[in-house]
């Protein structure tokens, strides 16, 4: 199992600033992931993030709007630039502790719920 | 390409009643299929899983069985409580769990 603790839980923010999200796990976990919750939508990856190598975007997403930092294997960072409304949004850090294995267990932190003015 | 579609919420329902969320699916290959449930303010949590046809996955009273014919996913649970009031996500991965796609979740709502 693991724990995952996110931080701000909320945060409201002005267009045209940027909100960086922290993602904390109990565990050394090899991939993190990253996903976006707009209101009454499903959850949509936004990337992968892996210790010591870029960030993988889906598509849709791209490294200057979205930076993800991965300094180690517990902690990653995700930044949301030049905030629009459009961005309000709940943004969801998830681990996977097997990857490759039998398990399809996805560990969530709670959330950070943006809102831009 | 794959995606999930559940059935809008909010349903609300009676103590002791029967609980149906349903889940269809579209993938390529052969997808695990999940239910994962937020309670109210904590994370995601997987509530039960299946990974090939046929297959139920069953936990805390809940179950669903995986329909390839039906490409469908359904939560059922015999008799519900107040504290299965939550968000429910029905969720599949590829063959590899390397990547997840989620429905956009049902709120259920438990009355006493």
């Known amino acids: 199992s693991a724990v995952i603790s996110q931080k701000p839980s909320r945060d409201i923010c002005q267009r045209g600033t940027s909100l960086t999200i922290q993602c904390q796990v109990d565990?050394?976990?090899?991939?993190m992931f990253w996903y976006r919750q707009q209101p009454g939508q499903s959850l949509t990856l936004i990337a992968t993030a892996n210790q010591g190598s870029e960030a993988t975007y889906e598509s849709g997403f791209v490294i200057d709007k979205f930076p993800i930092s991965r300094p180690n294997l517990t902690f990653s960072t995700l930044t949301v630039s030049n905030l629009s409304p459009e961005d309000s949004s709940i943004y969801l850090c998830?681990?996977?502790?097997?990857?490759?294995?039998?398990?399809?267990?996805?560990?969530f932190g709670e959330g950070s719920r943006l809102t831009v003015l | 390409g794959n995606s999930v579609t559940q059935m809008e919420g909010p349903v609300t329902l009676s103590e002791e009643a029967f609980l149906t969320i349903n889940c269809t699916y579209t993938a390529t290959g052969y997808p695990s299929l999940f239910w994962y449930v937020q309670y109210p303010g904590e994370g995601l949590q997987l509530l039960l899983k299946?990974?090939?046809?046929?297959d139920k996955g069953s936990n805390k009273g809940f179950e669903a069985t995986y329909r390839k014919e039906t490409t469908s996913f359904h939560l059922e649970k015999g008799s519900v409580q107040v504290s299965d009031s939550a968000v429910y996500f029905c969720?599949?991965?590829?063959?590899?769990?390397?990547?997840?796609?989620f429905g956009s979740g049902t709120k259920l709502n438990v009355k006493p």
């Open positions: 969720a599949l991965s590829d063959s590899n769990f390397n990547k997840f796609y």
């Open positions: 299946a990974t090939k046809a046929d």
């Open positions: 998830s681990v996977d502790t097997k990857p490759g294995l039998d398990t399809g267990e996805l560990f």
């Open positions: 565990s050394q976990v090899t991939m």
